[in-house]
């Protein structure tokens, strides 16, 4: 086999690897365009009809509790949930580590700053 045969046996292998590399992703192009349509009619189906009578009301009257602020519970719900969640993740169970504050973050962030705070978190727990 000659130089110049070697050369063109291997562009031709070449290029039938990017043309089945070609073929792959239009194939899973389409695949995803199938599935999102897929997605979206099943998220267009109305939902099934509910009954439109209301149901009875009974005559007894039940005191209720003193209600809680609902900002306080939330704001005390959320405490508890991030708490856990850093527990969870630094793997350790009363490690002392506590929560002191809970502010909210910029929605607005790039993508490098937010990938700079996750770098910063992992490196410290």
Same mark, same amino acid.
């Given at each position: #086999?000659?130089v110049g045969q070697s050369l063109i046996l291997g562009l031709q292998v070449a290029l +039938?690897? *990017?043309? /089945? @590399?070609?073929?792959? !992703?239009? /194939?899973?192009?389409? !695949?995803?365009? !199938? *599935?999102?349509? +897929?997605? =979206?009619? /099943? ?5 099934? @009809? ?8 009974? &005559?007894?009257? @039940?005191?209720?509790?003193?209600? +809680?602020?609902? %900002? ?5 719900? +959320? %405490? &508890?949930? $991030? %708490?856990?969640?850093?527990?969870? $993740? ?6 002392? !580590? @506590?929560? =002191?504050?809970?502010?909210? *973050? ?8 937010? &990938?700079?705070? #996750?770098? /910063? ?5």
């Open positions: #086999m000659t +039938i690897g *990017m043309a /089945i @590399v070609f073929l792959g !992703l239009i /194939i899973l192009v389409f !695949l995803f365009t !199938l *599935m999102s349509r +897929i997605v =979206r009619a /099943i998220q267009r189906k109305p939902n099934e @009809v509910k009954d439109p009578t209301p149901a009875p009301v009974s &005559a007894v009257a @039940v005191a209720a509790p003193a209600p +809680i602020p609902a %900002a306080a519970q939330d704001d005390e719900d +959320i %405490a &508890a949930a $991030i %708490a856990a969640a850093i527990a969870v $993740i630094a793997g350790e169970e009363g490690s002392g !580590l @506590v929560v =002191r504050s809970i502010r909210r *973050m910029g929605g607005n962030a790039s993508s490098w700053n937010a &990938a700079g705070r #996750m770098d /910063i978190i992992n490196t410290r727990y």
